[in-house]
């Protein structure tokens, strides 16, 4: 009997340590953690990856971070790398980590900002965050495209490609060839825009290239599709109101907007323009500025000079 309350009183005893103790404990057991997992903080890009960076966000393999920058290329590498679910811990010698990552989870803008430099197919629908007070933060991400539809879309892509993409000829002509056919072939989906009425996926590249139907967002994957393609730098720049094409072209950042070369006229017709056709910042805003009016701190390769 005293020897069985003996081995009570001692198990209380350790029950009571290691409920006292039990946040220093779980922060050790993550320092051990971090430790002997360091090669599982390589995460495995897949064939979507972009092995460039931009001015905004950086490739890293830099997992730890220690700042905001970090932070931020730390989100960007993730979703760039194809990643639908993805760990990484806030090291103890960076005090404001776990109120950079709220912050940056919480910002939907920011975050879609981050989203546009990456291949369409590693996109993100929906992104969610979740962290605890000890360091340890989970990113999960929801792809914009499906397996089929990424499938279905390489395939016609690719065919498309063979007849548009004429190796001996320029970029600039190749490029123009690309975006009069999309133009074309869809037209813009104004009851989705106007009325939110999803009748067509024209928000993804599948609308334009399969449905005949495209808002800004279907057009400028689309063609970023065809860009990756033809082996050209661009991502996706993004106002409060529209995104289009950052195209790098003879050593210049240039825009391309194929859907206000896709006017809606009133009679239905459907009109091919190349006013938004590799143009520079300047002649973008002095054309219109209302909707191109973008944060050229995050678009900074097209900041005037």
């Known amino acids: 009997m005293k020897k069985s309350l003996v081995i009570l009183g001692i198990t209380l005893i350790?029950?009571?340590?290691?409920?006292?103790?039990?946040?220093?404990?779980?922060?050790?057991?993550?320092?051990?953690?971090?430790?002997?997992?360091?090669?599982?903080?390589?995460?495995?890009?897949?064939?979507?990856?972009?092995?460039?960076?931009?001015?905004?966000?950086?490739?890293?393999?830099?997992?730890?971070?220690?700042?905001?920058?970090?932070?931020?290329?730390?989100?960007?590498?993730?979703?760039?790398?194809?990643?639908?679910?993805?760990?990484?811990?806030?090291?103890?010698?960076?005090?404001?980590?776990?109120d950079e990552v709220e912050n940056i989870a919480n910002d939907q803008d920011?975050?879609?900002?981050?989203?546009?430099?990456?291949?369409?197919?590693?996109?993100?629908?929906?992104?969610?965050?979740?962290?605890?007070?000890?360091?340890k933060v989970t990113i999960h991400i929801k792809k914009s495209y499906s397996q089929q539809q990424i499938k279905k879309i390489e395939e016609r892509v690719n065919a498309l490609s063979q007849d548009l993409i004429i190796s001996s000829?320029?970029?600039?002509?190749?490029?123009?060839?690309?975006?009069?056919?999309?133009?074309?072939?869809s037209v813009y989906d104004s009851d989705r825009s106007d009325y939110n009425i999803t009748t067509y996926n024209s928000d993804i590249a599948y609308g334009p290239l399969f449905q005949g139907y495209g808002i800004c967002g279907g057009y400028t994957d689309a063609m970023e599709l065809f860009l990756e393609n033809m082996g050209i730098k661009s991502y996706k720049v993004s106002s409060e109101q529209h995104v289009w094409n950052a195209v790098y072209l003879n050593g210049k950042w240039m825009h391309l907007d194929l859907t206000w070369d896709d006017p809606v006229v009133s009679n239905g017709e459907n009109i091919l323009e190349h006013n938004f056709f590799l143009i520079d910042t300047p002649t973008l805003l002095?054309?219109?500025?209302?909707?191109h009016n973008f944060n050229q701190s995050i678009y900074s390769e097209l900041k005037e000079a």
């Open 169 to 185: 000829d320029s970029d600039i002509n190749n490029i123009r060839r690309v975006h009069d056919y999309i133009i074309n072939n």
């Open 286 to 291: 002095t054309l219109e500025q209302t909707e």
């Open 110 to 135: 920011l975050l879609s900002h981050i989203n546009n430099f990456v291949h369409p197919f590693n996109g993100f629908n929906h992104i969610e965050t979740q962290y605890d007070s000890l360091g």
């Open 14 to 98: 350790i029950m009571g340590v290691l409920f006292l103790y039990k946040e220093d404990l779980q922060k050790i057991y993550y320092q051990v953690l971090r430790i002997f997992t360091q090669e599982d903080l390589v995460l495995q890009k897949n064939e979507y990856y972009r092995d460039y960076s931009f001015d905004f966000v950086q490739n890293t393999n830099q997992l730890e971070p220690k700042n905001r920058q970090d932070l931020l290329n730390v989100f960007y590498t993730i979703i760039n790398s194809g990643a639908d679910v993805f760990t990484f811990y806030c090291p103890s010698s960076y005090s404001g980590c776990l």
